[in-house]
C-alpha cells in the first residue's frame, strides 16, 4: 500500500517490517486508538498470531483515520481546483449582487 507523506509525495509500505517501522516514525501526539491497533496487529503478525493481510487491515485502518491513505490524486492539483471552484462561486455571487436591484 502506499500513504501520503508531505506535499504530494507518498510512501510504498510493502512488509511487515516496513508498517512497524513508520509506525515507530508516528509523532507521539497524534497516536490513537487507530494507531494503537495498527501497532497491536503487526506485533501479533509477527508472532504469528494473525495473518498478515489482517495487520495491513488494521495499517490501512489507521492510514484512512490518520488521513494519510495515498488515494492516487495530486493533493496540488486537488487544491488548486478547489480554489478555482471557490472563486467561481464567488464570481458567481458577485455579478448576482450588481444584477439585482435595490
Given amino acids: 500500500m502506499a500513504i501520503a507523506v508531505g506535499a504530494g509525495f507518498k510512501r510504498e509500505i510493502a ?3 516496513a508498517m512497524q517501522n ?3 516514525e ?3 501526539a497524534s497516536r490513537g486508538e487507530s494507531y494503537c491497533l495498527a501497532v497491536r496487529a503487526c ?3 509477527r508472532a504469528g498470531d494473525i ?3 489482517q495487520a495491513r487491515q488494521a ?11 495515498w488515494t492516487g490524486a495530486d ?18 455571487r458577485a455579478q448576482q449582487q450588481r444584477h439585482v436591484p435595490r
Fill in 15 to 17: 512488509s511487515l517490517t
Fill in 51 to 53: 495473518d498478515l493481510d
Fill in 43 to 45: 506485533e501479533a503478525a
Fill in 75 to 92: 493533493p496540488v492539483a486537488v487544491l488548486r481546483e478547489a480554489k478555482i471552484r471557490r472563486n467561481r462561486v464567488r464570481e458567481g
Fill in 22 to 24: 513508520f509506525l515507530k
Fill in 26 to 28: 508516528w509523532p507521539l
Fill in 59 to 69: 495499517f490501512v485502518l489507521f492510514a484512512r483515520k490518520a488521513g494519510i491513505e
